[in-house]
């Protein structure tokens, strides 16, 4: 049975899994030096599940003989995951620019290895990072972290903002179980 409460849920778990996807993408493919930090490669995992787990819920709800064919728990078990890695990129991402304050401390944000695009020890005391290219000034690098800076801050907040859909759509399909069946017709919905 049509759902309008979890196709929309769905639509935007999507389109924000999409999101977290492109914008991961976009921070490894500036990764110069070394290879990229686990929490940006987790990223693309948690945005392509999310898009998986999404558009085959979408398409569970668009097609009833094959939603009724499906056991009921495969799809809330796969909510439930999706909420799950959601939870667990945020708190990385959290955890990984704590010190950054607002994309605007400089220092911190060259020596995070999620915004500087790798770094390699020359020896010597010295490092080279890969967000400083061949004559860069400070206003260019500067204009670079603030950009991975913003872009990874975005990939945070929509981590959590899709940790909400995939919660909220396991919390419905919960609601509809306990009613009495996948279309919710056996009893009355309480707000």
């Known amino acids: 049975m049509y759902r309008p409460a979890a196709f929309v849920l769905r639509g935007l778990l999507f389109l924000t899994s999409l999101t977290i996807l492109a914008l991961a993408v976009t921070l490894i493919k500036g990764q110069v030096l ?22 085959l819920g979408l398409l569970l709800l668009s097609l009833p003989s094959l939603e009724t064919s499906l056991p009921q728990l495969v799809p809330i078990a796969l909510d439930t995951l999706t909420s799950l890695f959601f939870a667990a990129g945020g708190i990385a991402w959290a955890v990984g620019l704590r010190g ?12 995070n290895p999620l915004l500087n695009q790798g770094s390699v020890d020359l020896g010597n005391g010295k490092t080279a990072y890969g967000v400083i290219g061949d004559g860069d000034d400070d206003g260019a690098i500067m204009g670079k972290l603030k950009g991975n800076c913003q872009r990874a801050q975005a990939d945070e907040v929509l981590q959590f903002i899709c940790f909400g859909f995939a919660l909220s759509l ?3 399909a919960v609601l509809v ?15």
């Open 177 to 191: 179980m306990r009613r009495g069946g996948r279309g919710g017709v056996a009893g009355a919905y309480v707000a």
């Open 34 to 55: 070394d290879t990229s930090p686990v929490t940006t490669r987790y990223t693309t995992f948690t945005g392509g599940f999310g898009m998986i787990t999404s558009g």
């Open 100 to 111: 950054v304050d607002g994309c605007s401390n400089y220092p911190n944000m060259l020596f």
């Open 170 to 172: 396991v919390i419905d």
